[in-house]
């Protein structure tokens, strides 16, 4: 047993730079699922710097010097955080706090139309579904129960927002501004026998920019795209609607299938099995239409090559392990692995270069 062992590390880690590479892997995981929480500003601070860096390249091929690329670049970032704060946030919030006091009248319409099962459908008894309905009025006290303790510590969450809200930008700029000064300083620590590294991020850098830079500029596409024909025709919460499903492309294939029951159920609840809600739906599935066979192509052609199952089952992992973030990151993260499969020296080429010429 241990002569196996002593050969498969012969095999994968006789090369100096598959340690390094390994070490760099184990490292930078433990670092996030130690001090993830902690350095949770300076994580979020550096994917926002990351993203914001392909509008400063484009504005420095125009021969526009860096530090002014980086603050319209800044500006532009700035701008869009003021405009979701003061714009979208208190709309969302004013529709949201509509749907608490409709709910009820939701609520009562859904049990109206349960207890109108058994005459339809003799199958199931009264009492039955009598007793379904109250384990499901149970379920809502607690779900209650629990909102009511998560706004209690709501004025720890609103400290923790405005320290993003200063720190955060600050990182962002600085990060920009001193990118150079940053890089220079991080590879001073590095050994410079890292070829094997070097190739792994330059494969992942190119297909992550432009994955993250995409995924932000689809969420906003879908989103607008969905919220022009629902708020067209009147719909309620619209908004909130159009938000969640423009989030919804951040979880591929299982984003899209949650987020239309919501709308579905809204639709119905509003105008019934009538033409509106049938043009709703169309207009719906019409935006998930485009999304998936024009957009998507559009965005990441080449970017992504992984099948589905893989890409679900590194949401699953990722999810599980980093929550939102995890959610978001699962694709450049599993890019990450596949990059790192590809480098990786196989059995077989250890083979070949233990052969001579």
Not at 101 to 127: C, D, G, R, T
Not at 233 to 255: D, E, H, K, Q, R
Not at 324 to 353: D, H, M, R, Y
């Amino acid at each position: 047993m241990i002569e196996m062992l002593q050969a498969w590390y012969q095999k994968h880690f006789s090369n100096p730079q598959v340690v390094i590479l390994a070490l760099f892997l184990i490292i930078g995981a433990a670092v996030i699922l130690i001090w993830g929480n902690l350095l949770a500003p300076v994580l979020a601070s550096l994917v926002i710097a990351y993203v914001l860096e392909g509008m400063v390249k484009h504005l420095c091929r125009f021969g526009m010097p860096r530090l002014v690329a980086v603050i319209i670049s800044f500006m532009v970032f700035i701008t869009s955080v003021a405009l979701m704060l003061f714009g979208l946030v208190p709309l969302v919030s004013k529709q949201l706090s509509q749907f608490v006091q409709e709910f009820p009248l939701i609520l009562n319409k859904v049990q109206q139309l349960i207890m109108a099962i058994p005459e339809k459908y003799p199958v199931f008894p009264e009492s039955q579904i009598k007793e379904m309905l109250s384990s499901f009025n149970a379920e809502l006290v607690n779900v209650g129960q629990k909102i009511v303790s998560l706004s209690l510590g709501s004025v720890v969450n609103v400290f923790t927002l405005l320290v993003f809200m200063v720190v955060v930008p600050l990182l962002v700029f600085f990060l920009l501004k001193d990118k150079e000064q940053i890089i220079y300083w991080f590879t001073r620590f590095l050994p410079q026998d890292s070829d094997l590294s070097s190739q792994v991020w330059r494969d992942v850098d190119s297909k992550m920019a432009k994955y993250i830079r995409g995924k932000m500029l689809e969420i906003v596409i879908v989103g607008v795209a969905t919220f022009i024909p629902l708020a067209a025709m009147g719909m309620n919460y619209a908004a909130t609607l159009s938000l969640f499903v423009g989030l919804s492309v951040i979880i591929p294939y299982v984003g899209a299938v949650a987020v239309t029951i919501p709308v579905a159920m809204i639709a119905w609840f509003q105008w019934g099995a009538g033409p509106d809600f049938v043009y709703v739906m169309i207009a719906y599935l019409v935006v998930q239409f485009l999304d998936g066979n024009v957009l998507v192509p559009l965005l990441y052609s080449e970017v992504v090559n992984m099948h589905p199952a893989a890409i679900i089952i590194a949401v699953l992992v990722f999810g599980g392990l980093w929550g939102v973030w995890g959610v978001f990151f699962a694709i450049p993260l599993a890019t990450l692995v596949q990059a790192v499969i590809n480098a990786w020296p196989s059995v077989k080429q250890a083979t070949e270069e233990e052969i001579p010429a």
